[in-house]
């Protein structure tokens, strides 16, 4: 069947355009003209700005623009002019010889769109703030790991001081008691000689307690120095567990930040296919 007159033409358009607002997932508003006036409208399931069939066209819209120019139009109007934010489109409709007889007109509500940017933006947001924070973590992390490290070195260092130090403990500690067995010569030889050894007698007794002396405080020293060289032990041993720890962690942390690369792709993604419209 072939259309000849205007009426005939967007009679035909008018009903095709019935099932339109039905194609779209978005709410929509369907509407033919003739330039001068709706001939059908067809409000979307929520949408309804109130324009019926047989009112005229708004004189400052898209279709007298269109109906001059014969190029599609688009715009966009925010939710102030009809309450809700909307995306319009108007196209000319020629007859058989090409003149302009009319236009389509479709109006999306872009409700439902804008939430989805507001979402992916976000989101978006959120993900590279994560990351971020997962950037900043990781250093600390780094320098937390470089500082232990550190630790280990001061506490290898201080083993060996120990172990130096503990050799010079008992070499003092033979001193010691060498010199107390001179001390016992002394006095044996004190006594040997009498009233003219008395002298020497107390020379070598206080030898002998100098040597009981140091040999006392040598133990006491000694004792310290183990004690001290199991709480460096201690230590070696909770950073090693620290240091297994802190990998477990960085590695966490790596794949926090992975999975945030990943979410903040997606929501660029998301972002990019809520503004096709």
Do not use: W
């Not at 014969?70 to 003149?99: F, I, M, N, Q, W």
């Not at 409700?111 to 971020?132: D, F, G, P, R």
């Amino acid at each position: 069947m072939e259309f000849e007159t205007q009426e005939e033409i967007l009679s035909a358009l008018s009903l095709a355009a019935s099932h339109l607002n039905s194609l779209f997932p978005l709410d929509c508003l369907v509407a033919v003209s003739d330039g001068e006036k709706f001939i059908q409208v067809y409000p979307g399931k929520k949408f309804d700005p109130g324009i019926r069939s047989g009112d005229p066209v708004s004189s400052d819209g898209l279709i007298p623009r269109v109906m001059q120019t014969g190029k599609p139009l688009s715009s966009e109007l925010s939710a102030d002019v009809y309450g809700v934010p909307l995306k319009t489109t108007t196209v000319p409709v020629r007859d058989r010889k090409g003149k302009i007889i009319g236009t389509l007109d479709i109006a999306f509500d872009l409700s439902t769109q804008n939430e989805m940017v507001e979402i992916a933006e976000k989101v978006a947001a959120s993900s590279q703030e994560v990351s971020a924070s997962c950037e900043e973590l990781t250093a600390a992390v780094e320098g937390l790991k470089a500082f232990q490290e550190e630790m280990r070195e001061v506490g290898r260092k201080a083993e060996n001081h120990l172990e130096k130090t503990d050799e010079i403990l008992s070499m003092i500690k033979n001193v010691a008691s060498q010199t107390n067995l001179l001390g016992i010569n002394a006095a044996v030889e004190a006594s040997r000689a009498g009233e003219q050894g008395k002298g020497f007698a107390v020379v070598a007794q206080g030898i002998r307690d100098l040597s009981e002396k140091t040999s006392v405080s040598t133990d006491d020293i000694t004792q310290m120095l183990r004690e001290i060289n199991v709480f460096f032990q201690d230590i070696s041993q909770h950073m090693e567990e620290n240091k297994k720890i802190i990998q477990e962690v960085s590695g966490a942390i790596k794949e926090i930040a992975i999975s945030m690369e990943e979410n903040s792709v997606v929501a660029s993604k998301l972002l990019s296919m809520s503004r096709i419209l």
